[in-house]
Nanobody, 125 residues
């Protein structure tokens, strides 16, 4: 049983920053492609970013240039640094994973196997 835990969400003013974390106790995240997704009320879930096992990254158009995904391999953690936050970034953010220890690429369209419970991000003045 894989248990993914997201943290780092909260309330922030427009233009502010947050850093989300994704961990999965007992699981070596370095063997997985990790994706971040978000879902706002009344909207479909959308892909935000992903990182492959070897460090390749991908971003959704709305967040390019503002968000950065990274791995802290020694900490077995994946981060999503979010800068320049806008009200339209308000959503529940989910971490997801799919096993693939060798892939140099990732895509939000991959069939992610496991999802966390999500962390709320609210951008408002």
């Amino acid at each position: 049983q894989v248990h993914i835990v997201e943290s780092g969400g909260g309330l922030v003013q427009p233009g502010g920053s947050l850093r989300l974390s994704c961990v999965a106790p007992g699981i070596d995240l370095n063997n997985y492609i990790i994706g971040w997704f978000r879902q706002a009320p009344g909207k479909e879930r959308e892909g935000v970013s992903c990182i492959s096992s070897t460090g390749g990254t991908n971003y959704g158009e709305p967040v390019k240039g503002r968000f950065t995904i990274s791995r802290a391999r020694a900490e077995n953690t994946v981060y999503l640094q979010m800068n320049g936050l806008k009200p339209e970034d308000t959503a529940v953010y989910y971490c997801a994973m799919i096993w693939n220890p060798r892939s140099p690429i990732c895509a939000m369209q991959f069939p992610y196997t496991y999802y966390g419970q999500g962390t709320q991000v609210t951008v408002s003045s």
